[in-house]
């Protein structure tokens, strides 16, 4: 079945010197003639829908982001105090950083918390290796992705979430963790910790620990954070970076746990 969209005479011939296809003298330009599956993904979602695509696509979507969240409440709050790790699903098996976040789980573990992940490969897994090894609760919160992501074989059977909708996986995260530790990662986990960072400065959410692992890693972000958002254009109080603690071995995780919760009377086992 050829399926045609309408296209400026101008980009088509552009998009069609691209390809590599000579131009055509009609108003119409097929989806085969883009040279990418990108390309063709793109002009598919700028594609005008008809009102019973929207209200099959979107309005019924409604119930199945319900389910993620019901589904997601319902599991993860019978689990109990939790920390979450964040960090690369890249990272191997043998990096300094995937053995370090494999310590830090153990203690998290001996500590008395859950520890919570985004249920992947590297980091991750070092994450529910370690709690596992550690006698606490191993969680999975995994997100179906067209590439990199597989649950690891560490997540506890009965602990192992799968999500469609990043947001409702997010708020999981937020909503059951009594702090975040964050090893060095990508786009997802900067996303994750400035949403976590963002959520407490704005008293959406109560204050929790952030503790980023890696002073090697993480200074430059810091120090640009403080040269350029608060000195130079004020646009980030310097109090915010308070919600921060930087750190490079396990032991440290977890002293900043224990005095942010003892500040406050807690155990994990509140």
């Not at 980009?11 to 069609?16: A, E, N, R």
């Not at 979450?84 to 995937?98: E, H, L, M, N, Q």
């Not at 997802?188 to 963002?198: K, Q, R, S, V, Y």
């Amino acid at each position: 079945m050829v399926v045609e969209i309408p296209c400026n005479c101008l980009l088509k011939q552009g998009l069609q010197r691209t390809a590599g296809i000579a131009p055509k003298k009609n108003k119409y330009m097929r989806l085969e003639d883009f040279n990418n599956d990108e390309d063709k993904v793109i002009q598919d979602k700028l594609k005008q829908k008809t009102w019973n695509e929207i209200r099959a696509n979107d309005s019924w979507a409604i119930f199945k982001i319900m389910s993620e969240f019901v589904n997601g409440y319902e599991i993860m709050s019978r689990i109990g105090p939790c920390v979450t790790i964040f960090g690369s699903a890249r990272t191997k098996t043998d990096d300094p950083f995937y053995l370090l976040a494999e310590k830090i789980a153990f203690k998290i573990g001996k500590a008395g918390y859950g520890v919570i992940t985004g249920g992947g490969p590297g980091i991750m897994e070092a994450g529910n290796k370690g709690a596992s090894l550690g006698g606490g609760a191993s969680v999975g919160l995994n997100i179906d992705l067209p590439f990199e992501q597989h649950f690891n074989p560490y997540i506890d059977r009965d602990k192992n979430l799968n999500f469609d909708y990043f947001f409702v996986r997010k708020v999981m995260f937020v909503k059951y963790s009594q702090g975040f530790v964050i090893m060095p990662g990508g786009f997802g986990t900067l996303d994750e910790m400035f949403e976590a960072i963002t959520l407490i400065q704005t008293k959406k959410i109560g204050k929790f620990p952030i503790i980023l692992v890696g002073r090697s890693f993480w200074e430059g972000l810091m120090e640009w954070i403080k040269t350029v958002l608060i000195e130079q254009y004020k646009n980030v109080s310097q109090e915010d970076l308070n919600l921060i603690k930087i750190v490079d071995t396990e032991d440290e995780v977890i002293e900043v746990l224990d005095n942010f919760y003892k500040k406050y009377n807690l155990s994990p086992n509140f």
